[in-house]
């Protein structure tokens, strides 16, 4: 838009013309909206001051976790910060925020799981581990033990029950009591010995 100048030569016509052109410029005043931002306007220079105060001071919240609640205006930043390894954020060309997790996540705190829990990979777990809450929910194991399976008292767990008992026992080697004594299984056929007596074994071959 150009400048308007009005020299003390206009005639009366001329006059007419720059008020006009000036009127073109501005625009209806009638058009203006009234209230802007709370405060009444008449004029454009009301309407101005009007808006720029609203966008200076007008914004929108942003709430969070924990801490009270912010309002970002105009010329604020947001920054996202937390400590090693809890959140990644990356801004895109097309005004993206992206949030995220790291390919590596530390809690340090309790992790509740509301759903199904899949994990690929291995798992470490330390700490005392409950498996299930009631005889109701059940465990298979679908891998290979690679370890002892060691009682954390001595002659204080039973393995099964008498309603619910284990069928095959599989075993390679000797059973032993508290007391040391074994009971030895031969390895083709012939006697089950312990101390005291033994149980005479035979297996038809062939």
């Known amino acids: 838009m150009a400048d308007r100048n009005a020299p003390s030569s206009f005639t009366f016509e001329e006059w007419r013309v720059e008020f006009n052109e000036l009127a073109t410029d501005v625009g209806d005043i009638s058009g203006l909206p009234s209230?802007?931002?709370?405060?009444?306007?008449?004029?454009?220079?009301?309407?101005?001051?009007?808006?720029n105060t609203a966008v200076s001071t007008t914004g929108f919240d942003i709430t969070a976790d924990s801490g009270s609640a912010e309002t970002v205006v105009i010329g604020n930043t947001i920054t996202f910060s937390g400590t090693a390894n809890e959140i990644e954020t990356s801004v895109s060309a097309t005004d993206t925020i992206t949030i995220g997790l790291p390919n590596d996540v530390t809690i340090t705190n309790d992790l509740n799981v509301g759903g199904n829990l899949d994990v690929t990979g291995n798992i470490t777990l330390g700490g005392n581990i409950?498996?299930?809450?009631?005889?109701?929910?059940?465990v298979t194991i679908n891998a290979d033990l690679t370890s002892h399976i060691i009682p954390n008292a001595t002659a204080t767990y039973d393995i099964g029950q008498s309603s619910k008992e284990w069928r095959n026992l599989y075993l390679s080697g000797s059973l032993y009591d508290e007391n040391g004594i074994s009971l030895d299984f031969?390895?083709?056929g012939g006697t089950i010995a312990t101390?005291?007596?033994?149980?005479?074994?035979?297996?038809?071959?062939?």
Do not use: Q, R, Y
């Open 195 to 206: 101390e005291g007596f033994g149980i005479a074994l035979a297996i038809a071959l062939g």
């Open 130 to 138: 409950t498996v299930g809450d009631a005889d109701t929910d059940s």
């Open 35 to 51: 209230p802007i931002n709370g405060s009444a306007v008449t004029d454009v220079i009301e309407a101005i001051d009007a808006l």
């Open 186 to 188: 031969p390895a083709v």
